[in-house]
């Protein structure tokens, strides 16, 4: 076959679909791009969740395959099953907490997931290169930490942390590894903190939205003073398609809101729009924040220099902050059952390790 499937469609694997950034992107590409068919692959570990994408279900451009990304056998047999011809990689360890208590599951999953991933697209393209593209979504994690001033740009000196960010900076590398030595086509994005609907309950800003709904302790860590640059997850999945389809192969993209806050503020705003939300008076939510023992090397400051994606392929953010969290809020408030359903289980446990002897 040359360059399509048996539908005449150009298929693209989109790995880590059913999580919150992917279940964005896949929509995005899945409603807007007839020409594509999308086949994402999730393990649905306590992140995947089917239920992010159930207005796709009967898409005829949509398949989704559960399955591991270290799963040689399994990833083989999909770029030859599907004849793959881009990959968008997303499929990942996300949480830097989790990965504080269990390092091992990301480096398998974010280290060696990404070699059986880009070992695959070597093996299926090995006649030809073209129209083929490895796509990496990486994070601003890996530049490490910034003090008072200062952005990070893409020749900014990688410099991770955590087992989390040491992992993706790992990857990191080898994509462009696999680029410099075999010749792959890729490229890698690296976003600044994503907010926004279908986020775990894990990461700041939905854990306190749950919290404050429940009247529990919103848990702040250190002095709330580390500060991170957000950007509402729908203008990350606009910035993907964008480089996707008009980036060039082998560069880097940061991608990023211009919009820094420090966790403290950002808690006492978020406080002060659930109150308005649940009809409670001005100050009541905010009296569940509760100062806790820090992060183990907690990066105080974290803010993108997006002038490149800005300047070559013309992205700009679309949202302010206070109407994304706005929207972020109603969404959490509108969907109850979604919260319920990923909150029971394995989080209740997850949490009182992670919270309870702070
Ligand atoms: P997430 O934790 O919400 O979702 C990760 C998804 O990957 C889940 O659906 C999970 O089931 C799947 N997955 C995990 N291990 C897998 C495996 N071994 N095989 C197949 N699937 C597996 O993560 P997210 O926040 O949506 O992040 C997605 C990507 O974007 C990650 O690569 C992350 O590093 C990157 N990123 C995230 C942010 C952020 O703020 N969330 C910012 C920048 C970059
Ligand atoms: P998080 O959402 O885990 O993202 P990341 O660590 O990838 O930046 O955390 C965002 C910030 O909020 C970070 O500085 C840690 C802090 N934080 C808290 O203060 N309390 C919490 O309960 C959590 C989960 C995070």
Known sequence: MSGQNMNNKVSILITGGAGFIGSHVVRRFVQKYAQYTIINLDKLTYA????????????????????????????????????????????????????????????RTNIVGTVVLLNAARNAWKNSFADRLFYHISTDEVYGSLGETGLFTEDTSYDPHS????????????????????????????CSNNYGPNQFPEKLIPLAIHNILNNRPVPVYGSGENVRDWLYVEDHAAAIDLVFHAGKVAETYNIGGHNEWKNIDLIRMLCSVMDRKLNRQEGESAKLITFVKDRAGHDLRYAIDAGKIERELGWTPSLQFEEGLERTVDWYLNNSEWIRSVTSGEYTEYYSKQYEHR
């Open 163 to 190: 087992p989390y960010s040491a992992s993706k900076a790992s990857s990191d590398h080898l994509v462009r590894a696999y680029h410099d030595t075999y010749g792959i086509p890729v490229v890698v994005s690296n």
């Open 48 to 107: 995947g969740n089917l239920e992010n994408l159930s207005d796709l279900q009967g898409s005829p451009n949509y398949r989704f395959v559960k399955g591991d990304i270290c799963d040689e056998a399994l990833v083989e047999n999909l770029f030859h099953t599907h004849d793959i011809h881009k990959v968008i990689h997303l499929a990942a360890e996300s949480h830097v907490d989790r990965s504080i208590s269990n390092p091992m599951e990301f480096i």
